[in-house]
């Protein structure tokens, strides 16, 4: 039920969605356009400023260029996902290892409350990396480089799952945005496309897992990842 609702949701969205790719597109390519003409019209002139416009140009281009690789690379995550590929992982390994990967936020504190008794899973180490990272940079954004992320890691009441909760201690989320943020298109953030939770959500429910949030304004937020705690053979 929960990957029909899933599909159906992102059926519904995908009109919203494309109306949102055509003007992200549209923005960059403004200036690119600019920049290229102003660039030409100085070259065939002689323009003794030519140098300087080709530089700053050429600068502009790039720039906006990255912003339009990014913008795909997105989307082309959320459509083209990589098959699922399963191995025996243990999930307290790869939350220590997407740690490290955060190391540069010196404001940043990260404490750690992981049950050692957890049994490796079946797990595509890669995926679930991927949406550990999403969740934890989101949640540095939020609180603006500045703050705390408590990362925890149990078995659930019937020993069937293994639980992640991601906290931090940010601004929290408004109530009537919580059952929104995992729908395709939907951000709450100036520059974000909306499709980083929306991939989060399709990789845990590949795994057959579930994923929450619990928050309140002003009082942080929180992400519960629930794993079956599957040992297998693939």
């Not at 080709?54 to 281009?61: A, H, R």
């Not at 499709?195 to 929180?222: D, M, T, W």
Request: one cysteine or more; hydrophobic letters at 40%.
């Amino acid at each position: 039920n929960q990957k029909f609702m899933y599909q159906k949701q992102k059926l519904e969205a995908w009109n919203e969605m494309a109306r949102k790719l055509v003007h992200e597109i549209k923005n960059p390519l403004t200036p690119i356009r600019l920049s290229a003409e102003r660039m030409r019209k100085l070259v065939k002139e002689g323009n003794p400023n030519m140098i300087d416009a080709v530089i700053t140009g050429s600068e502009t281009i790039i720039t906006e260029v990255n912003s339009l690789l990014r913008l795909v690379g997105e989307f082309n995550n959320f459509a083209r996902l990589p098959m699922k590929k399963a191995e025996l992982s243990s999930l307290n390994k790869l939350i220590n290892e997407s740690i490290l990967l955060f190391n540069g936020f010196d404001n940043i504190i990260f404490e750690l409350v992981l049950n050692e008794n957890l049994s490796d899973i079946l797990i595509d180490r890669s995926l679930v990396r991927h949406a550990l990272n999403n969740i934890i940079n989101n949640s540095i954004q939020a609180m603006q480089e500045r703050g705390k992320i408590v990362i925890t890691t149990d078995v659930d009441e019937s020993g069937l799952s293994q639980v992640v909760k991601i906290k931090d201690n940010g601004p929290g989320i408004k109530s009537g945005d919580i059952e929104k943020i995992f729908e395709p298109g939907f951000t709450l953030k100036k520059t974000g496309t909306g499709l980083g939770l929306a991939i989060v959500e399709k990789i845990i429910f590949e795994h057959n897992g579930k994923i929450y949030c619990r928050s309140s304004e002003g009082q942080g937020a929180e992400f519960i990842l629930i794993f079956p705690a599957d040992k297998g053979v693939v």
